[in-house]
């Protein structure tokens, strides 16, 4: 579809009643994103999310009763989808090797990385279908059509995270109700439904504008806009651009309710880290985070294995945790990470529409 669709027919549907502010905290996987947290950002007029990636079907399950005792607003939670067998198991066996000094250093074992990668994906739908949320959102792939069908009969309004065109057409087919269009400038994994080693380095991805501005002129569906917004002037502009609503990840990350580390929030603006890049380093798939020296060493030998890399490294991770060492820690952050404020997430909601409608009269004055 090359004709651009009316602003009417973007902005409209079922997503937009869910929040009184175009301002969705991102689904973090690996502990930030807990019920108080989401509900605090509910609370407050945005739209919250949990983040089911990597926790059990009933430790999901008991995480969206505890956000429902929290608050009586609209939420989302994030599936990641079943990821397609390994190709190479020999690479991370020699990568397994290569950080076995990492291993000795932290007094840890290697995580055992046979596991499957399925995320319990079918078991976790079932609990949503059977309880539903108001938004289900998925990331590294497109769910069949008849998942995002199952949902639609229960209510709950389906979210396909993209970062092209191409999966912005797979979704729309597939039966999105919206999507999260993910620029290259995004902290944490890139949600590329195939990853493709091929890609890696400096033309991984493309700019959220540039993307946002692609995809809306491709689909007709409602777009969130993701990719190193931590401004209310930025969420202006991505809304200018056609999005309805931005989505925040490492502008949250620093809030008193997210569960990262204090290690992790204090990185964000330490000026020890000077920069982000995209490593394969401590999962396996492209994940942009600040540059420490377990990125620098191994990022360059890191195979493409997700997520038998992240299950490799989890016990280093914890143990360099525990050590109080960043160096060691996957310090998931977005292009904008020295723009953090560690400001309450409800006061952090209302602060961003503050500068939002600030920037919106300066476009009309």
Not at 2 to 10: D, Y
Not at 232 to 246: D, E, N, P
Not at 267 to 286: M, Q, W
Request: proline letters at 7%; hydrophobic letters at 45%; charged letters at 15%.
């Amino acid at each position: 579809m090359a004709n651009e669709p009316s602003g009417e027919h973007r902005t409209a549907g079922p997503l937009t009643g869910l929040f009184r502010h175009p301002v969705v905290q991102a689904p973090m996987a690996g502990g930030a994103s807990r019920p108080s947290l989401a509900a605090a950002v509910s609370d407050a007029g945005g739209l919250g999310f949990l983040a089911a990636g990597y926790k059990t079907p009933a430790a999901m399950y008991e995480e969206v009763k505890q956000l429902r005792a929290r608050t009586s607003r609209p939420f989302g939670v994030n599936l990641f989808l079943p990821q397609p067998p390994l190709a190479d198991p020999a690479a991370v066996a020699v990568y397994a090797e290569q950080l076995a000094g990492e291993a000795a250093w932290y007094d840890t074992p290697l995580g055992d990385w046979d596991r499957p990668a399925d995320d319990a994906y079918e078991a976790k739908l079932a609990i949503l279908l059977d309880d539903p949320v108001p938004v289900v959102s998925f990331t590294f792939g497109c769910p069949s059509a008849a998942d995002l069908e199952a949902l639609a009969r229960v209510g709950t309004v389906t979210v396909v995270t993209v970062t092209s065109a191409a999966e912005a057409l797979a979704a729309q087919e597939a039966g999105a109700d919206a999507l999260c269009v993910q620029g290259v400038e995004a902290g944490g994994h890139q949600g590329t439904h195939h990853d493709d080693p091929q890609a890696d380095g400096t033309g991984a991805g493309a700019g959220l504008l540039a993307l946002l501005t692609e995809i809306r002129e491709t689909v007709p569906l409602p777009l969130i806009a993701a990719g190193g917004l931590m401004r209310g002037a930025q969420i202006a502009a991505v809304l200018a651009a056609g999005a309805c609503a931005a989505q925040l990840g490492t502008a949250f990350l620093a809030c008193p309710e997210s569960g990262a580390s204090e290690l992790h929030k204090r990185a964000l603006t330490d000026p020890l880290f000077t920069g982000t890049e995209l490593t394969r380093a401590f999962s396996g798939r492209p994940a942009r985070g600040l540059v420490n020296r377990f990125i620098r060493e191994h990022g360059p030998y890191a195979p493409a294995a997700y997520p038998q890399v992240h299950y490799l490294t989890a016990g280093l991770r914890r143990a360099a945790a525990a050590a109080g060492d960043p160096q060691a820690l996957n310090l998931w952050a977005g292009q904008g990470h020295r723009l953090a404020r560690g400001l309450p997430a409800a006061e952090l909601v209302g602060l961003l529409t503050t500068e939002l409608d600030a920037a919106r009269a300066s476009f009309t004055s």
